[in-house]
């Protein structure tokens, strides 16, 4: 059974540091490519970073770049999100997903999945 399980969000002060895991199972992760998305309460989901299948092409959308990593580990069958000077505005739903053939950045801008998570909270709050 193909499955895909974030952990890692919370609820954590603005500048404050985050790493989401996104653990993936019944399928092998290199042969995938993965994103991490995310959905504010009242807006669209929206792609936040995607990773090709070897780690060579990285997509990362403009409201992130700089503050969030992204990073795989296939032979854990793990991504990573990396989140540091976290904003209220990062609060959101996260969730992973994964695809088999599109590029990183049409993964990301077009909410392309296969697979889904069930997602994970981040709340950014004082």
């Known amino acids: 059974q193909v499955q895909l399980v974030e952990s890692g969000g919370g609820l954590v002060q603005p500048g404050s540091s985050l790493r989401l895991s996104c653990a993936a199972s019944?399928?092998?992760?290199?042969?995938?490519?993965i994103g991490w998305f995310r959905q504010a309460p009242g807006k669209e989901r929206e792609g936040v970073s995607c990773v090709s299948k070897r780690s060579y092409n990285l997509y990362y959308s403009d409201f992130v770049e700089g503050r969030f990593t992204i990073s795989r580990d296939n032979a854990k069958n793990t991504v990573y999100l990396q989140m540091n000077s976290l904003k209220p505005e990062d609060t959101a739903v996260y969730y992973c997903a994964a695809a088999a053939a599109p590029t990183v950045m049409t993964m990301c801008r077009q909410n392309f999945g296969e697979y889904w998570g069930q997602g994970t909270q981040v709340t950014v709050s004082s």
């Open positions: 019944g399928f092998t992760l290199e042969d995938y490519v």
